[in-house]
């Protein structure tokens, strides 16, 4: 957690531009003839709302106040937190998480008794 609303507002932010970015990266991998492709471009475009929406809310905390800060930052995180779900799952509908160590490239448990002998 961060130090502050706003702070944690501003994190949500990146951390959805950076998925959707991603997202759209491998979706652009992708040919109007795939399986898929209606059904990721709808959760994309879906994301990309979703960044418009937390941008429209966080204009309007410059222009708030008091309680109406906490309000819009609160519709602007929440909007951010959607835009990182649907590109999320984009991004494993096309980039499937990993499922054993290996598939992440790390050596096998135990690897330093062998190197050390």
Same mark, same amino acid.
């Given at each position: 957690m961060a130090k502050s609303p706003s702070t944690v507002v501003a994190n949500a932010?990146?951390?959805a531009w950076w998925d959707v970015t991603y997202a759209n990266q491998q979706f652009a991998k992708l040919s109007r003839a795939d399986a898929v492709y209606s059904e990721l471009s709808r959760l994309l475009n879906e994301s990309a709302i979703e960044m418009q929406k937390g941008n429209y809310y966080l204009g309007l905390v410059a222009k708030s106040q008091g309680n109406e800060v906490i309000y819009?930052?609160?519709? *602007?995180?929440?909007?951010?937190?959607? *835009?990182q779900v649907r590109a999320k799952q984009v991004l494993e509908a096309l980039v499937p998480p990993p499922e054993t160590p290996a598939d992440l490239g790390l050596k096998p448990y135990g690897y330093w008794e062998k190197t050390a002998e």
């Open positions: 932010k990146d951390t819009n930052q609160s519709k *602007a995180l929440r909007s951010f937190t959607r *835009a």
